[in-house]
């Protein structure tokens, strides 16, 4: 293992295996962006939380300070038909946008949950996040406001969007 400086941000951990494979210590969460360009990995160690994003084609890797976060992120996705824009939830109870373009912007969504974001669903428009307070959060991706909360009588265990239609969630929840 060796230690490379990526991006003026700090230090990543990683090791080369082979020409086609990196390892990066302690990943949690990852996502593919749709075009399969960009893997997104979160990585949780207190001291250095941060997204790492590595560029498939050139093998580029970028590490970004995600220390918004103030605890561990759970889920890590790109949003739907969007390249270049990840969204993350965490147990810090909130839901953050991170653009990823020249130069790295990140949005703060209102906190809707009390207690730690699980799963993040999104269309075009809206974003539905899932928390372990039985909360279901619709936000508008635009403006960045909260549109509805729900409220389910169990706890959320996992949840899949139906690709056609982009209206429909199937979500799985645990009996008390």
Known sequence: SRTMEVNELFEVDFEIKSSNEITIEDPIQMSWNSSGKFLAVANNRKETRSLILVNAPSKRVISIDATSHSKEINVIKFLKNREK??????????????????????????????????????????????????????FDIATASTLSNYKTDHEFLSGAANPVDPNLYFFCTRAN
């Open 85 to 138: 824009i990840l969204v993350t939830g965490s147990s810090d109870h909130q839901v953050i946008l991170w653009m990823i373009n020249k130069q790295l912007k990140s949005q703060v969504f209102p906190v809707a949950h009390s207690s730690a974001v699980v799963e993040i669903f999104s269309t075009d428009n809206f974003l539905l996040s899932f928390g372990r307070d039985r909360k279901i959060a619709c």
